[in-house]
């Protein structure tokens, strides 16, 4: 079903349409003319953005989710981290939420991280209450962490597939498979 919360555009479009009737309107019958007339596309614009402002759709909350998440990990902040996954996570190397978070704990101590940015993000799935996402990341590592000075390549490219569940309204992560570092195909008991 189309969505006027993720694309306002339409709804813009569908103004100008509106606007140029009313142009037409008045040309061929100009003894109806009314300033009044040209608040309809004004009111049809308004909602585009109205809607667009006020209604958070559930891609948009994943985004939020997603970037509050790179956030925590470049901080380090791990209790912000528990915070976006969900209490039954499971994924083919962890068996728990708490299993990610001290593998998080473990290899983000060592100020592994300078920055890490999002390159691109697919929807594969959403439905009621889970979404399927494909993250394509670049994740600049630290002078000083270990990976840098044994490799040449200060950065590194990660694909990584993330599920995700509704729960109370909101969208929590349930699985992350790794999914291919450098494009080169890898899992997470390949990562150490």
């Known amino acids: 079903m189309f969505d006027f919360a993720q694309q306002p555009w339409t709804l813009l479009g569908i103004a100008v349409i509106v606007l140029?009737?009313?142009?037409?309107?008045?040309?061929?019958?100009?003894?109806?003319?009314?300033?009044?007339?040209?608040?309809?596309?004004?009111?049809?614009?308004?909602?585009?953005?109205?809607?667009?402002t006020l209604v958070q759709t559930d891609k948009e909350k994943i985004e939020a989710v997603l970037d509050a998440g790179i956030k925590a990990v470049e901080e380090e902040n791990f209790s912000d981290i528990e915070l976006y996954i969900s209490d039954d996570y499971r994924d083919s190397f962890h068996a728990s939420k708490q299993?990610?978070?001290?593998?998080?704990?473990?290899?983000?101590?060592?100020?592994?991280?300078?920055?890490?940015?999002?390159?691109?993000?697919?929807?594969?799935n959403i439905s009621e209450n889970k979404a399927k996402v494909n993250?394509?990341?670049q994740i600049i590592l630290s002078k000083n962490s270990p990976i840098s000075q044994a490799y040449p390549v200060p950065f590194f490219k990660l694909r990584v597939d993330i599920n995700f569940i509704k729960q109370n309204n909101n969208w929590l992560i349930n699985n992350i498979e790794i999914n291919s570092v450098n494009q080169q195909s890898a899992r997470w008991n390949q990562i150490r």
């Open 20 to 52: 140029f009737g009313i142009f037409t309107y008045r040309s061929v019958v100009p003894e109806k003319n009314r300033w009044r007339q040209f608040l309809i596309p004004l009111i049809i614009a308004a909602a585009a953005f109205g809607i667009d």
């Open 99 to 124: 299993q990610l978070i001290d593998h998080a704990q473990r290899e983000l101590d060592m100020n592994m991280v300078e920055t890490s940015k999002r390159t691109d993000l697919l929807f594969d």
């Open 135 to 137: 993250l394509f990341m």
